[in-house]
């Protein structure tokens, strides 16, 4: 059974520049949550999707975007970097009903 | 929404020793999970304990739903149980509601 992988490991940006980062879901999982963790915090909720719509979202301006693709894998979309986006982001997925969330290595976005 | 709490935020153990690291949450919850965070990012899942006990290993958590609160037991510390413990909840939403975590450091 293959974990949750996220890639690219590492991301340097420029303010204003835009970003996407990936990731594939746990086999037999369908829904992929977002969250981002800024240094010495917890994570924090950016949102979830099942079935390729968003059905959670957390307090995240608009220019966080994603996508949940078929095979569940998905992409988180940020526009118009600011320099506070810097963080480690996070994937999570799971299969509805069976509660418990398995995380993947996550993307560490430096903005710059 | 709901309120995660972590105590201590900071323990500093000598290898071999015990220790608890509590969570308390401010609502009723159908999701609870413990997480280790190693030096590269990743949340490993501990424990999957919206209330009951489990153990595995050294580790062993307790939830007392109907009081909000878990408690992650570590025995007989070793180095690499260094990094951050997270407890995470989950009530009626989709999101899991971390606290801002427990930083462990075992010495040699």
Request: hydrophobic residues 30%; charged residues 15%; aromatic residues 12%.
């Amino acid at each position: 059974e293959t974990g949750v992988t996220q890639s690219p490991t590492h991301l340097i940006k420029t303010r204003g520049q835009q970003v996407t980062l990936r990731c594939s879901s746990q086999s037999g999982h369908n829904t992929v949550s977002w969250y981002q963790q800024a240094l010495g915090q917890g994570p924090q909720f950016i949102f979830q999707y099942y079935r390729e719509e968003e059905n959670g979202r957390g307090n995240f301006p608009p220019r966080f975007s994603g996508l949940q693709f078929p095979n569940y894998s998905s992409e988180l979309n940020v526009n118009a970097l600011e320099l506070d986006d810097s963080a480690l982001y996070l994937c999570a997925s799971s299969f509805t009903g069976s509660n418990g969330y398995t995380f993947g290595s996550g993307t560490r976005l430096t903005v710059v | 929404g709901i309120q995660v709490e972590q105590s201590p935020p900071d323990l500093i153990l000598q290898e071999g020793a015990n220790s608890t690291l509590r969570c308390n949450f401010s609502d009723s919850v159908n999701n609870l999970q413990w997480f280790h965070q190693n030096p590269w990012g990743q949340l490993i899942n501990l424990f999957y304990i919206p209330s009951g006990t489990k153990q595995n290993g050294r580790l062993s958590a307790t939830t007392v739903a109907t009081e909000r609160y878990s408690l992650l037991y570590i025995s007989s510390s070793q180095t690499t149980d260094s990094g951050v413990y997270f407890c995470a909840v989950q009530g009626g939403s989709e999101k899991l509601v971390f606290g801002k975590g427990t930083k462990l450091t075992v010495n040699p």
